[in-house]
C-alpha cells in the first residue's frame, strides 16, 4: 500500500521545492501534480520536485492525447525520468473541461490506446514507426537524447467502464479522480478485470489508486468548510460519475455528499477515511489540493498525525 500526495499546478516554483522536500521528509511514496486545463504544465513542478527529492515517484495525473501529442508526452515522462533517476511513473487520461476550448474528446479509448503505444516504442528507441487510426510516427523517429528506461509505469485515470477495460490490459494501475468513495474500489476492480481477462493478467497486475480533495486541520469545522468549496470545482465533473451516489441537487453538499468526494476534517477523521478506501481495495491512496488551511500545514499534519495511523 503506498500513500500519495497531489499538488495543483497554481504554485510558485519555490513552493513546489519545498513541498517536496516535505513530502520526503515524512516518508510519503508518491508525489503526483495534476494536470487540469489552464493550471500550468505538470512537467514544470515535476521536475523542481524531482531535484528536491531522492526517494519520491513522481509523476503527472493525468495528461491527455487531445492536448499534447503523444510524441510529446513521451518526451516529457522520458525527461523527468531521467531527472528523477528513475521514478517517474505516467498518467494518461481522457482530460475534463476540453470543450471549453473547442476540443471534441474523439474516441477516447482508441485515443489513449495509441498514444500509450507511441510513448512504449519511443521509450524503447524502436525506429520502426507507428500508423495507427488517429495518430503516427513516421519510421526513423526517435528521442534525441538518453532515455532512463525503457519501460515506465502507466497509470490511467478513468471512471468509464471501456477505459478502465483498457487500462487492465495495458496499465499498471487506474486511478478513480475525485472520490473518496469506498464502494468504488471493488466496483473499479471489476471493470478493471474485464481487461486484465481479455490480455490474460492477472488481477494483481494492476492496482487501484482513488484520490480526492483533502483538507485536514485541528479545527475539523473550518477543515470541512474549505473542503466545500474546493471539491464543487470537480463535483459538476466527477458527481454523475458515481453510480452508488446521487449527484447533489441545487449545488449543495451535506456531510455525506462531501465525505464520498474528498476527505475532511481532523486528522483522525480523515486517517479513518483513508483506512476504510485501502480496506476497500486500493493500493494508493492520494490525498489532494489543498491538503489543509494552509498547503504546508496541511501536509505537515498528514505527515505527523494521519502517515503513522496508515502504517
Not at 503516427?136 to 478502465?164: F, H
Request: glycine fraction near 10%; proline fraction near 6%; charge should be negative.
Amino acid at each position: 500500500m503506498e500513500v500519495g500526495l497531489g499538488l495543483q499546478g497554481d504554485k510558485a516554483p519555490a513552493e513546489y521545492a519545498t513541498l517536496a522536500r516535505l513530502a520526503e521528509h515524512y516518508g510519503f511514496d508518491v508525489l503526483s501534480v495534476f494536470s487540469d486545463l489552464t493550471y500550468q504544465p505538470a512537467i514544470a513542478p515535476l521536475l523542481i520536485a524531482a531535484q528536491n527529492s531522492s526517494r519520491l515517484r513522481l509523476g503527472p495525473s493525468c495528461l491527455n492525447p487531445f492536448t499534447l501529442h503523444p510524441v510529446e508526452i513521451a518526451g516529457q515522462i522520458a525527461a523527468l525520468d531521467h531527472a528523477s533517476n528513475g521514478r517517474a511513473y505516467l498518467g494518461l487520461a481522457r482530460g475534463a473541461w476540453l470543450d471549453k476550448i473547442g476540443i471534441e474528446q474523439a474516441r477516447p479509448v482508441r485515443s489513449l490506446r495509441e498514444a500509450a503505444e507511441i510513448v512504449r516504442l519511443l521509450l524503447a528507441r524502436d525506429p520502426g514507426g507507428y500508423q495507427g487510426d488517429i495518430f503516427s510516427v513516421a519510421p526513423g523517429t526517435t528521442l534525441q537524447y538518453e532515455v532512463w528506461r525503457r519501460q515506465i509505469p502507466l497509470l490511467i485515470g478513468t471512471w468509464s467502464p471501456k477505459t478502465a477495460a483498457l487500462a487492465g490490459e495495458i496499465a499498471d494501475e487506474v486511478k478513480i479522480g475525485g472520490s473518496a468513495n469506498p464502494a468504488m474500489v471493488p466496483r473499479m476492480r471489476e471493470l478493471v478485470d474485464v481487461g486484465t481477462k481479455r490480455a490474460g493478467r492477472s488481477p494483481d497486475d494492476v492496482g487501484i489508486v482513488i484520490g480526492a480533495v483533502t483538507v485536514v486541520a485541528e479545527d475539523g469545522a473550518a477543515a470541512r468548510r474549505m473542503a466545500r468549496s474546493a471539491v464543487a470545482m470537480y463535483l459538476d465533473v466527477v458527481g454523475r460519475l458515481d453510480p452508488t451516489t446521487e449527484a447533489p441537487a441545487g449545488g449543495a453538499i451535506s456531510d455525506e455528499i462531501l465525505d464520498r468526494f474528498a476527505m475532511a476534517g481532523t486528522p483522525e477523521r480523515v486517517a479513518e477515511r483513508a483506512a476504510a478506501l485501502f480496506a476497500a481495495g486500493a493500493c494508493r491512496v492520494e490525498f489532494g489540493s489543498p491538503h489543509g488551511l494552509t498547503e504546508e500545514d496541511g501536509i505537515r499534519l498528514l505527515g505527523e498525525r494521519v502517515l503513522p495511523r496508515l502504517r
